[in-house]
């Protein structure tokens, strides 16, 4: 059979070829990224209820890792993708309804959910 691919090109569009559009990344990193983040810090979250319910010493333990900067980054991160995760899921669920579907429009609310993400990230840090 002859060789229907002679330049070695991609037979097909590829990530090599095409930019991927916002929506894309809100889709990879809003959704499937965060969701696997915030059970990471689930887990951090749980040893260190754990560790208080353990004693003191396991709690001084649990404490000064958090309070270390793996764990002000860690937690730091963990609100971003909260709220990233949580404004991702409003546009998912607007979404289902079969509404705001477009080319601008979604692109409008990739832009709306990471200005809301950003302003209720600071929010957070203020409260805390």
């Not at 002679?6 to 990879?28: C, E, F, K, T």
């Not at 309804?97 to 929010?123: D, E, N």
């Amino acid at each position: 059979m002859a060789d229907m691919n002679p330049q070695g090109r991609p037979l097909s569009p590829h990530l090599q070829v095409y930019r991927l559009p916002l929506n894309a990344y809100m889709s990879i990193i809003g959704q499937r990224v965060t969701g696997v983040a915030m059970a990471a810090s689930m887990i951090l979250l749980a040893w260190y209820f754990l560790a208080l319910a353990i004693g003191p010493e396991a709690f001084a333990t649990a404490e000064a890792v958090l309070t270390s900067w793996f764990g002000i980054l860690a937690l730091g991160l963990s609100v971003i993708g909260l709220w990233l995760h949580y404004f991702n899921g409003i546009r998912h669920l607007i979404w289902d309804t079969g509404s705001y579907f477009g080319g601008k429009a979604v692109q409008r609310s990739a832009y709306i959910g990471l200005a809301a993400t950003a302003v209720m990230v600071v929010l957070t840090i203020i409260a805390a």
